[in-house]
Nanobody, 123 residues
Framework: QVQLVESGGGLVQAGGSLRLSCAASGRTFSSYNMGWFRQAPGKEREFVAR????????YYADPAKGRFTISRDNAKSTVYLQMNSLTPDDTAVYSCAAARNYWGGDVRLYDYWGQGTQVTVSS
């Protein structure tokens, strides 16, 4: 089993940056593909970015391309999401998730989830 804990959220002005972290427990972190998702009030959870277990491949949703960067440090069992040029539309609860045998953006196919961290971008 994998437990995930996000941190790094907060309040930032439009145009600013935040770096989210997701720390995983367990010794099998390096076996999991990892994803970042977000959920804004009144909206469904949506895919943001994902990275393979080795970090060799990454994929971004269109709103994240060119602004967000996903990375991981398997020695620290942590995945990151660097977010730049933030806009109010990025306001949401951001969650990380782990998938053992899935590479994609379907929220239903991830095995473990963190509790989320709030990101609020003011205009």
């Amino acid at each position: 089993q994998v437990q995930l804990v996000e941190s790094g959220g907060g309040l930032v002005q439009a145009g600013g940056s935040l770096r989210l972290s997701c720390a995983a427990s367990g010794r099998t972190f390096s076996s999991y593909n990892m994803g970042w998702f977000r959920q804004a009030p009144g909206k469904e959870r949506e895919f943001v970015a994902r990275i393979t277990f080795s970090g060799g491949s990454k994929y971004y949703a269109d709103p994240a391309k060119g602004r967000f960067t996903i990375s991981r440090d398997n020695a620290k069992s942590t995945v990151y999401l660097q977010m730049n040029s933030l806009t109010p539309d990025d306001t949401a609860v951001y969650s990380c998730a782990a998938a053992r045998n899935y590479w994609g953006g379907d929220v239903r196919l991830y095995d473990y989830w963190g509790q989320g961290t709030q990101v609020t971008v003011s205009s």
